[in-house]
């Protein structure tokens, strides 16, 4: 096929060799199957900032941190400088998600480098050699649903445990490759710990698998992995192989308000004689 405008220096410069076709176009990018060599891959051509949801972006930018100052301080302003900076952070996101998920030996597409724009990947292909499908063009068995559904459960843990969350999971981000799920798309991965949204972030993704899943294997809609999840994670004792139940018993534990006054008394007496030591001290001087 003719050569992408977008694709043309990469071509140039060799990290191309072939663009063999179009492979889906939505809001976000564009992806191309594309030869490197002997090997097929895909290339991700980002959209420019005006076709991206930046007013949904905020809740997920939270956290995320720029390390030059007059970036952060473009990136406050609307101007088209700050404009620019916020999509270049925004894509820079991504690619940086995928990076360290890939190292975490989450099971996603193994990136291949990123220039102007362009985020080469592994092609994600079914045992047939085909591009694998999404996870909602598939028809599951139970047996299948209740195996995927763990796969991914334990994804979604080493995900958090490398200190992101997804935060868009479903079946349409999701591919069936040859040897199972693979997660995709991470433009709105967010910070684990640095991001007030991600608990309720972490639970909906995870309620989305079970809604999907549970389709197939009704028994999985009992189930709460996602509160049981953040729940350990909260606690420092969340770790790759963490055994999960799929129940969540919130802490029932009673506040002694009693103890609670009396911290609070003692606090306020040892305000009350350091007020009065640092009055004398003025007085004496």
Request: net charge negative.
């Amino acid at each position: 096929m003719k050569i992408p405008k977008r694709l043309q220096p990469l071509v140039e410069d060799g990290l191309i060799d072939e663009v063999v076709s179009q492979l889906m176009s939505g809001k976000e990018a564009q992806v191309f199957v594309v030869r490197c060599g002997d090997e097929l891959r895909c290339a991700k051509v980002f959209k420019e900032a005006k076709s991206r949801s930046f007013k949904q972006a905020v809740t997920y930018q939270e956290g995320r941190k720029v390390r030059n100052s007059r970036r952060a301080r473009a990136m406050s302003k609307k101007t088209r400088y700050g404009q620019r900076e916020q999509e270049s952070a925004w894509l820079n996101a991504e690619v940086d998600a995928l990076y360290r998920l890939a190292d975490a030996g989450v099971r996603v597409p193994q990136p291949h480098g990123f220039v102007d724009g362009v985020l080469l990947m592994e092609r994600i292909a079914d045992a047939d050699g085909d591009v694998a499908p999404r996870l909602d063009d598939v028809e599951l068995t139970p047996e299948q649903a209740l195996d995927y559904h763990q796969r991914l459960i334990g994804e979604v843990v080493r995900m958090l445990c490398a200190g992101l969350v997804h935060g868009d999971l479903s079946e349409f981000n999701i591919l069936v490759g040859a040897e199972g799920p693979v997660i995709i798309d991470l433009p709105q991965a967010v910070d684990a710990a640095g991001n007030n949204n991600a608990p309720w972030m972490l639970v909906r993704d995870v309620d989305n698998l079970r809604q999907y899943f549970g389709r197939f294997a009704p028994e999985l809609l009992a189930t709460d992995y996602g509160k049981e999840i953040w729940a350990a994670y909260e606690a420092g004792e969340l770790h790759p192989e963490s055994v999960l139940t799929g129940r969540y018993i919130p802490d029932a534990t009673r506040v002694d308000v009693s103890d609670v006054m009396r911290v609070i008394d003692a606090a306020r007496e040892e305000a009350a004689e350091r007020d009065a030591r640092q009055q004398e001290d003025a007085d004496d001087w």
